[in-house]
């Protein structure tokens, strides 16, 4: 089966800093890959996702994350954080079936802007 | 922009009661989700819901629960008999899959059960 890792729970960076969030997966097959942000009180908003093709994607916001196949990772990073970026950040993994492509998500990481 | 709507956006029910949770997912959208999210922890699986019938389910998703789709708009979720075990936040969420190309899915905001 499927898992996803999300080493940090919490991460604190200062505003204008880079940011760097862990992912980690364990999956017998060429993964989806996707990242989704959640600010307090909101739903999941995806920020971007992996296929296939280029291991650098670019998602909204000025996030982009590279994927590492012999890593089995899938971090996430921007290189300035805007104090608008604190919130809880997802991992997932795609599993194709015959019922579509079933999410499995890590625990998170809350991310906490100081100014 | 086209988005995945729920309501109500916040249910509190007594235990043993029948709550039906309802979305409307994104209009040319095919397949059909229900995740829930306990506080505090991560999000989890329930559901996969496609052509009307459902095509995957979770542990968790035992035989109180049910997912309809009783229009061309409308997917819900019901619990027969809440148990406070079942207050959690959960999700719906919606994709496009066409051939064996894999889409993103668009999640909704979230009802928030609470069960006393």
């Known amino acids: 089966a499927q898992s996803v890792t999300q080493p940090d729970i919490h991460i604190t960076v200062s505003e204008g800093a880079s940011l760097e969030l862990r992912c980690n997966y364990s999956?017998?097959?060429?993964?989806?890959l996707f990242w989704y942000v959640q600010s307090p009180g909101q739903g999941l908003q995806l920020l971007l996702k992996?296929?296939?093709?280029?291991?650098l994607v670019q998602g909204i916001k000025g996030f982009e994350a590279e994927f590492k196949r012999s890593q089995s990772s899938f971090n996430l990073r921007k290189p300035s954080v805007h104090w608008s970026d604190a919130a809880e950040y997802f991992c997932?993994?795609?599993?194709?079936?015959?019922?579509?492509?079933?999410?499995?998500f890590g625990t998170g990481t809350q991310l906490k802007v100081e100014l | 922009e086209p988005e995945v709507t729920q309501t109500p956006s916040h249910q509190v029910t007594q235990m043993g009661q029948e709550v039906i949770l309802r979305c409307v997912p994104i209009?040319?959208?095919?397949?059909f989700y229900w995740y829930r999210q306990i506080l505090g922890q991560k999000v989890e699986f329930l559901v996969s819901?496609?052509?009307?019938?459902?095509?995957?389910k979770s542990e968790i998703f035992d035989d109180q629960f049910s997912v309809e789709r009783p229009d061309g708009s409308n997917f819900t979720l019901k619990i027969r008999s809440t148990k406070l075990e079942d207050s959690a936040m959960y999700f719906c969420?919606?994709?496009?899959?066409?051939?064996?190309?894999?889409?993103?899915?668009?999640f909704g905001p979230g009802t928030r059960l609470t069960v006393t």
């Open positions: 969420a919606s994709s496009v899959e066409w051939g064996r190309e894999v889409y993103e899915q668009y």
């Open positions: 209009s040319n959208h095919l397949y």
């Open positions: 992996y296929f296939s093709g280029d291991t």
């Open positions: 819901f496609y052509n009307n019938e459902i095509s995957e």
């Open positions: 999956y017998g097959a060429t993964p989806y």
């Open positions: 997932a993994v795609g599993l194709l079936t015959g019922g579509g492509n079933k999410l499995t």
